[in-house]
């Protein structure tokens, strides 16, 4: 089953490594992995996407926790979270390529932020499966390039990850 796994960690040098160092020594995959400082400077958050039973996730988490710059985890997909991805599609701009256009926008809220040359770059915002079914819509002739980022999470209500 895929997880979303949240961990709040020290912003120190070489932690990000402890954590990317912890899934590969004992095989786990990671789908995805996004990394960023919090409102506190001396904080950083990272979300890790991964496959896994009830019970490798609740190892991963035992063994993260035991990492000294470890502050929180929280398996994200454990409640009710909101998940999102952006992916940037560089298209090339031509006539036959316009319906394309048309439909990354008007069905998949589909914005361009740049259109130079003979491209056009297209921002789409969304659940995973949304970017997917969204680049699947476009020719493969016309995507010039493509960058996508790894998955970002946030529990809903009043359940939160933060230093206590």
Known sequence: MRHIISILLENEAGALSRVSGLFSARGYNIESLTVAPTDDETMSRITVVTDGSDNVIEQ?????????????????????????????????RS?????????????????????????????????????????QSVPREAIRELVRSGALGIATGNRAIHKS
């Open 60 to 92: 991963i988490e035992k063994q993260l926790n035991k990492l000294v710059d470890v502050v929180k985890v929280l398996d994200l997909t454990a409640d009710e979270h909101i998940e999102r991805e952006i992916v940037l599609l560089k298209l090339n």
């Open 95 to 135: 006539e036959a390529f316009k319906p394309a256009l048309e439909v990354l926008s008007s069905e998949y809220g589909g914005m361009v932020v740049d259109a130079s040359g003979d491209t056009v770059v297209v921002e789409i915002t969304g659940a995973g499966e949304k970017l997917d079914r969204a680049i």
